[in-house]
Each structure stands twice: as C-alpha cells, then as structure tokens.
Antibody, heavy 121, light 109 residues
Framework: QVQLQESGPGLVKPSETLSLTCAVSGYSISSGYYWGWIRQPPGKGLEWIGSIYHSGSTYYNPSLKSRVTISVDTSKNQFSLKLSSVTAADTAVYYC??????????????WGQGTLVTVSS | SSELTQDPAVSVALGQTVRITCQGDSLRSYYASWYQQKPGQAPVLVIYGKNNRPSGIPDRFSGSSSGNTASLTITGAQAEDEADYYCNSRDSSGNHLRVFGGGTKLTVL
C-alpha cells in the first residue's frame, strides 16, 4: 500500500521560504509516476501547485511558478516543495499526492494526510 | 479562477440519485477525475478515467462525460456521501498542467 507523509514547519514568517517534504513508503519513486503538491486554504478549494516526474521533470501552476521549486530525492524516496516569499495568502493545508497522470487520464490516487502551514509573524 | 467550473452546492434526498457536473474546455480532450473530501480529511479519489472506481469505492459512484462536461453520479445517495466533491483534469493549454474545479458541497437531506 502506497503511503505519503508530509513534514515541515507549521509556522513560517512572511517573506520567508516554506519548505515541506513528502516521504513515500510502499513504492519506490524511482520506479515511475509523477508526484505532486496540492494546497487548500482554510475554507476554500483545492489548488494544484506542481508535479515532478521521477526523472526530475517539473510542471508548475503558472500562478505560483516564479516562487515554487519541487525536487525529488530518490535515495531517500521523498520529494520536496519550496515556496519562496510567502504571504498570509499562502496559509493552507498542503497535501502531497501521487500524480498518476498519463495520456488522457489525469488523477491523484494516493494522498498524504496534509499539513497546515500558517504564514504569520 | 478555475478552468473547471462546478456548482457550489447541490442537495439530494436520501436514497435518490444526484449528478454533480464539471465544465471546462479541456474536458473535450481529457477525462476528469473526482474526489470526495469530508471535513478535516484529505481528498479521496472516487472516479478516474472513463469510469473507473478505485478499490473500496462503492459502485453507487459512477462517472460520465459529454462534450465539455464531466459528471459524477451517485445512485442511491447515502448519508455518508455528504461531502465536498472536486473534479480534476488538465488545463486547456495542454501543457501538462493540472487544474481542480472549485468544488461542490453535497448535502444529503
């Protein structure tokens, strides 16, 4: 069974960089698939942040692209998110998920439990 | 703004059938997937591809598509189906970008 677990600081100061890691168990990232980050501000809907292929190719939401970096560490079987110059608008629950997209099918089949990140001084 | 449009709220009587829709240009070329999210929980995939259910998802959930509209149908809605539902697909640019609909709050009466 594939499992994902987010980790990182729950509080980040404005203008600083948010950093989160997603540890994957039950599947080797180097074997394939995309791996993605999605966030959800309190009381609002889901927003795709970006996805990374196991080989390192990345795709980012254009609205966040200038501030986002997603990387993968196959030796640790984990992938990471960095979001720079954060503001209160970046306060959200951040989810990592396996992005099982290919051809005409787009879907996220396994999700982490999510971690709340609050941006505040 | 989202490139996938959903009605904000839908209600259904217990045991009846409800359809939740998702509209977007990209749906003419790509399938939508659907997620159920209950308060305080992570989203759960309920439908993907043409009409596929992950293991453990009841068969009262089904998906369909026509033109620029994808639909999630719950046949015989149960109290536990009350949740937020989100559709997901590629954006209309075709540049490997993913997008979520704004979500539909389903109330089971």
């Amino acid at each position: 069974q594939v499992q994902l677990q987010e980790s990182g600081p729950g509080l980040v100061k404005p203008s600083e960089t948010l950093s989160l890691t997603c540890a994957v168990s039950g599947y080797s990232i180097s074997s394939g698939y995309y791996w993605g980050w999605i966030r959800q501000p309190p009381g609002k809907g889901l927003e795709w942040i970006g996805s990374i292929y196991h080989s390192g190719s990345t795709y980012y939401n254009p609205s966040l692209k200038s501030r986002v970096t997603i990387s993968v560490d196959t030796s640790k079987n984990q992938f990471s998110l960095k979001l720079s110059s954060v503001t209160a608008a970046d306060t959200a629950v951040y989810y990592c998920a396996r992005d099982n997209s290919g051809g005409v099918e787009i879907f996220f089949d396994y999700w982490g439990q999510g971690t709340l990140v609050t941006v505040s001084s | 703004s989202s490139e996938l449009t959903q009605d904000p709220a839908v209600s259904v009587a217990l045991g009846q059938t409800v359809r939740i829709t998702c509209q977007g240009d990209s749906l003419r070329s790509y399938y939508a997937s659907w997620y159920q999210q209950k308060p305080g929980q992570a989203p759960v995939l309920v439908i993907y591809g043409k009409n596929n259910r992950p293991s453990g998802i009841p068969d009262r959930f089904s998906g369909s598509s026509s033109g620029n509209t994808a639909s999630l149908t719950i046949t015989g809605a149960q109290a536990e189906d009350e949740a937020d539902y989100y559709c997901n697909s590629r954006d209309s640019s075709g540049n490997h970008l993913r997008v979520f609909g704004g979500g539909t709050k389903l109330t089971v009466l």
